[in-house]
């Protein structure tokens, strides 16, 4: 199925003019990456049917949206790097990365409306919702940013619009367009929700404990920018004493040795327990997620693919 995907997003034709306002479009799709939305949608479809090909544009179109939300973000946090490579703004500017993103938006709407009229209204609804909830749980991550009591469900409520709902929207749009039954697609968004939860954990807990090498930057990016993480959510409402005092003046700190602070404050986390805490809340999401997947109505041998990914998706260490 991934070179399925793959050979699709390297045949998508850019006829339109001006040619500079493509150029980013193709050059962010031609960046590669895991590819997991468009691979759930196309694993949902398959519980039910074997002609995957025929809801490619909606796969693509999910996934040029994700990508317009990672061009976005990066302008918005001044990244300089995505996937080895310059950020659009970087490699262009601001303005292309803008606009050039805009076009990526409509572009997944498009890819998204060429399926059979008997499913286009619930599959936009769905597609625009989510669009919409992920909007808002990056509104809520930025307002988080500047706020020292960020409680533990909010940041779960946060990474759920924010992260999960979009994979949830890719088993959701698979199953639609199978024509599955209703309590299938919804134990399958159930499935992709409960996944998109322990997914983003494990990018807090990689953040922290990965291996720089295979992680591909360098850990400890979250905790230099004091980002509201589970990690650091916890580890402030748990740390008493000198454990509290040394992480408050870490977060205050406005110069600093980069390692140092990192080493510090991984260092409260480890007395804390804090990483065993996110292992054992990305393991409960993830029990979860295999629960609703028991619960949809096709055979164990259709459900084995997914069932695999979804745990080569726990076993990522990067």
């Known amino acids: 199925m991934l070179t399925l995907i793959q050979n699709y ?27 997991i939305r468009p691979m759930l949608m196309l694993m949902s479809y398959a519980l039910y049917r074997d002609d995957v090909e025929r809801i490619l544009p909606q796969a693509i179109g999910l996934e040029t949206y994700h990508n317009y939300t990672l061009l976005h973000d990066d302008l918005m946090d001044n990244a300089d790097v995505r996937r080895g490579m310059p950020t659009v703004h970087r490699k262009w500017d601001a303005n292309t990365a803008i606009l050039s993103g805009d ?58 619009l924010k992260t ?19 309590e299938d697609i919804d134990n399958l968004y159930r499935f992709g929700e409960q996944m998109g939860l322990a997914f983003q954990l494990q990018d807090d807990y990689l953040d922290v404990y990965g291996d720089p090498k295979v992680f591909g930057k360098a850990i400890g990016g979250d905790i230099v920018s004091n980002k509201k993480t589970y990690m650091l959510i916890n580890a402030i409402n748990k740390a008493e004493g000198e454990d509290r005092e040394t992480l408050l003046r870490w977060i205050d700190a406005k110069e600093f040795d980069r390692n140092e602070k990192v080493a510090a404050v991984t260092a409260v986390y480890d007395r804390l327990g804090i990483g065993d805490m996110a292992k054992a809340k990305m393991e409960e999401y993830y029990a979860e997620a295999l629960v609703a997947l028991d619960r949809v109505t096709v055979e164990e041998e259709r459900k084995s693919a997914l069932r695999d990914y979804a745990a080569k998706m726990m076993k990522r260490d990067k």
């Open 9 to 35: 997003i390297d045949s998508l034709p850019y006829n339109r003019k001006p040619e500079s306002l493509y150029e980013p479009v193709k050059y962010v799709l031609s960046l590669g990456g895991k590819r």
């Open 164 to 182: 999960s709902v979009l994979l949830a929207c890719a088993m959701k749009i698979g199953a639609l367009m199978a024509d599955a039954p209703q």
């Open 103 to 160: 076009s990526m938006l409509v572009l997944a709407y498009q890819r998204m409306q060429e399926c059979p009229v008997e499913n286009l209204p619930a599959v936009l609804d769905v597609f625009t919702t989510t669009a919409l909830e992920i909007g808002e749980g990056q509104q809520y991550d930025m307002e988080f940013e500047t706020r020292d009591d960020v409680r533990e469900d909010e940041y779960i409520e946060m990474i759920r």
